[in-house]
């Protein structure tokens, strides 16, 4: 993928999913189904079953949905998309893009401006855990974490490769 500026779309809407959340919405969706059956033959201890599975299907199949986990890219800034939540962050408040290793693959990683950091007591903590980082994506999107990164870094006229072999997690 390029990722020059005269080649960058206005807006870059990049999906992705977490592994497995396809087999754990199937094991809530068996489980509600196994209490209805029960409730259904005259067991009332299938109203348990229905009461712990039936609302995690529902959440868990909202999250496989492709906007439920969605990272868009334009010239102000980034935003990160989740099932129930969405949080935007401009380009002006990240000082480095670069990845980190995380546990099983590496992640980009993001370090913001002292000014958006001061407010936030952990922030040192989390930065020296994270190699100079402060915050990692949840997912990369379909891309290898260095890619997006620079994608990242070419949408926020950020320069540099910037990497850490610090793990994460």
């Not at 754990?24 to 009332?44: R, T």
């Not at 980082?133 to 070419?154: F, G, I, K, N, Q």
């Amino acid at each position: 993928m390029s990722t020059e500026k005269s080649s960058l779309p206005a807006t870059l809407t990049l999906s992705g999913h977490r592994q497995w959340s396809g087999l754990w919405f199937g094991v809530a969706a068996m489980g509600a189904a196994s209490g209805a059956v029960m409730v259904l033959g005259g067991a009332w201890a299938g109203w348990f079953l229905v009461v712990i599975f039936a609302p995690s299907a529902v959440v868990l199949g909202m999250s496989l949905r492709p906007q439920s986990n969605e990272l868009i890219l334009d010239s102000s800034g980034y935003t990160i998309k989740s099932t129930f939540r969405s949080k935007t962050v401009p380009w002006s408040d990240v000082e480095r893009i670069g990845t980190v290793e995380g546990v099983k693959h590496r992640k980009v990683a993001l370090r913001f401006r002292p000014s958006v950091v001061a407010s936030d007591p952990e922030a040192a903590a989390v930065a020296s855990a994270l190699g100079g980082y402060h915050r990692t994506l949840p997912l990369t999107y379909a891309l290898e974490a260095e890619e997006l990164a620079d994608v990242m870094r070419s949408y926020g006229h950020i320069d540099g490769p910037q990497t850490s072999s610090t793990t994460s997690e």
